[in-house]
């Protein structure tokens, strides 16, 4: 089953930090282009950032624009999701999503994807 596995969620103070991670079992990773998207209870996925598949083009939500960091390894074999400064707001399940890609492209639009995590929970308290 190829499939993303996140971790590193949880729960924080609002203005704490959180890295979340992204690697995939069963894909050569470094092929794919990854997002992150996170869904609120009773509100749509939304995008949150994406990296093209060689991590040298990254796009964020305007949310989320200066206080998240999208990157990945050397290796391309795990991405991070860096998240600084974090809001109530925030608090959300998490996703990452993988998709066969070429260099240079990033996506933002979640049906786009061919892969996704299990999703990992991330509350921020005020």
Do not use: H
Not at 20 to 44: E, I, K, M, N
Not at 52 to 64: E, F, K, L, P, W
Not at 93 to 104: D, E, I, K, W
């Amino acid at each position: 089953q190829v499939q993303p596995v996140e971790s590193g969620g949880g729960s924080v103070q609002a203005g704490g930090s959180l890295r979340l991670s992204c690697a995939a079992s069963g894909l050569t990773f470094s092929r794919y282009g990854v997002g992150w998207f996170r869904q609120a209870p009773g509100q749509d996925r939304e995008f949150v950032a994406a990296t093209s598949r060689s991590g040298d083009r990254v796009r964020y939500a305007d949310s989320v624009k200066g206080r998240f960091s999208i990157s990945r390894t050397d290796a391309k074999d795990t991405v991070y999701l860096q998240m600084n400064s974090l809001k109530p707001e925030d608090t959300a399940v998490y996703y990452c999503a993988a998709r066969l890609s070429v260099p240079g492209v990033v996506t933002t639009t979640a049906p786009t994807y061919d892969y996704w995590g299990q999703g990992t929970q991330v509350t921020v308290s005020s």
